[in-house]
């Protein structure tokens, strides 16, 4: 597990320059993960949020699951989420395209990942929170929206284009409304993970969490299904 988001971003530079190197798709979802990520701690520096050290800890713990997903992914494919499973064989795949495997990957981390990263965070605090407190939570959760949609034009220009040239032609013809209709999805996908947290962790018995886990987790699946 990584300690600090120094070490999040330093494993995360590694990776993208080794499968950069040697051609491995797998950085595609990687390098935008690791450009939102460094946005977020410029936020944090420039006191964006409500409470900085908690959007810090959720940054860390997030990038938890991915490198833990990974780690099995690469171990023994089949013990990795579905979720992760379906979008690491699409990123080794030369027949789907770069957009399908940036949100195959966003997909995954963002849909499932980060609910249960949220409900990890959340856990111990959120029976003693009244709903001012709850909403601070949710606020930064939500700010990490904006965050999200401004570094969309970036991703595009310097993860997508040069991975699928026919992006530059679609950027010069729809110009910002194509970065507009992906940060739209993101940004409902992650109003949904907030839903789901939520329920969670209002739920008082372990049984009933781990199957409405695992219909979260095929949910995902399906999701990842219709963009491959």
């Given at each position: 597990m990584m300690t600090n988001t120094t070490e999040v971003i330093?494993?995360?530079?590694?990776?993208?320059?080794?499968?950069?190197?040697?051609?491995?798709?797998?950085?595609?979802?990687?390098d935008c993960y690791r450009m939102m990520t460094g946005n977020v701690l410029m936020a944090?520096?420039?006191?964006?949020?409500?409470?900085?050290?908690?959007?810090?800890r959720l940054l860390s713990h997030f990038a938890d699951y991915y490198f833990e997903a990974l780690q099995d992914y690469q171990f023994n494919p089949d013990?990795?989420?579905?979720?992760?499973?379906?979008?690491?064989?699409?990123?080794?795949?030369?027949?789907?395209?770069?957009?399908?495997?940036?949100?195959?990957?966003?997909?995954?981390?963002?849909?499932?990942?980060?609910?249960?990263?949220?409900?990890?965070?959340?856990?111990?605090?959120?029976g003693q929170h009244n709903p001012a407190q709850r909403q601070e939570r949710y606020t930064d959760h939500c700010q990490i929206n904006q965050i999200i949609g401004?570094?969309?034009?970036?991703?595009?220009?310097?993860?997508?284009?040069?991975?699928?040239?026919?992006?530059?032609?679609?950027?010069?013809?729809?110009?910002p409304v194509d970065e507009f209709l992906i940060s739209g999805l993101i940004?409902?996908?992650?109003?949904?993970?907030?839903?789901?947290?939520?329920?969670?962790?209002?739920?008082?018995?372990?049984?009933q969490r781990t199957h409405r886990i695992a219909e979260i987790e095929q949910a995902v699946l399906r999701i990842g299904h219709m963009i491959w």
């Open positions: 330093e494993q995360m530079d590694v990776l993208v320059a080794q499968w950069q190197a040697t051609g491995d798709d797998k950085a595609l979802f990687l944090i520096k420039a006191h964006g949020f409500n409470d900085s050290d908690w959007v810090e013990s990795a989420p579905q979720a992760w499973q379906l979008a690491h064989n699409a990123a080794a795949d030369p027949h789907v395209t770069a957009l399908q495997k940036l949100l195959l990957g966003v997909n995954a981390h963002i849909n499932y990942d980060l609910v249960l990263t949220l409900v990890d965070l959340l856990a111990d605090e959120w401004q570094t969309i034009d970036a991703v595009q220009d310097q993860v997508l284009e040069p991975a699928m040239p026919v992006m530059a032609l679609v950027d010069s013809l729809l110009g940004s409902q996908w992650r109003e949904l993970v907030w839903v789901n947290a939520s329920g969670l962790l209002e739920m008082g018995d372990a049984d």
